[in-house]
């Protein structure tokens, strides 16, 4: 699958700034993916996607699942966002988990170490989890 021609693709983060998503936003800025913000936890993206006129394509959350309530963070996020796509990322490899993403309408889950670019691409072509 080609991943170099995801220009003009927008994306928000929302994660905890960890070197990990550093290296993965630089990678993706270098690939030509515009980054509209970073934010360091879902309230704050939240709040920033609300002075966005126009949604970006895509939000990649890096998902803490010692916060005992993100999950209720996440259906907020995706109740007053019904149509953004969204990139779960994280290390924890958990059936149970990814069912309960999917089931809050997440398009992708995507693993620590994954291609993440190959997972953009898929998502913003049609392609599902």
């Given at each position: 699958?080609?991943t ?15 070197p ?29 996607l609300?002075?966005?006129?126009t949604?970006?394509n895509?939000c990649?959350i ?8 993100i ?5 907020e996020?995706r109740?007053?966002?019904p149509?953004?796509?969204?990139i779960?990322?994280s290390?924890m490899?958990d ?9 809050l309408?997440?398009s992708?889950y995507?693993?620590?170490?994954n291609?993440?670019k190959k997972?953009i691409?898929?998502?913003?072509n049609?392609g599902?989890?």
């Amino acid at each position: 699958m080609e991943t170099k021609n995801i220009n003009r693709i927008t994306t928000a983060f929302i994660n905890d700034k960890s070197p990990v998503m550093d290296l993965m936003h630089d990678d993706l800025v270098a690939s030509g993916v515009d980054v509209v913000f970073r934010s360091d936890n879902i309230v704050d993206g939240n709040n920033q996607l609300s002075l966005l006129k126009t949604l970006p394509n895509i939000c990649i959350i890096d998902l803490d699942f010692f916060d005992k309530g993100i999950m209720k963070q996440l259906w907020e996020l995706r109740s007053q966002y019904p149509t953004l796509k969204l990139i779960a990322h994280s290390d924890m490899d958990d059936e149970k988990v990814i069912n309960k993403l999917s089931g809050l309408g997440f398009s992708k889950y995507v693993l620590i170490g994954n291609d993440m670019k190959k997972a953009i691409y898929g998502v913003v072509n049609g392609g599902q989890r």
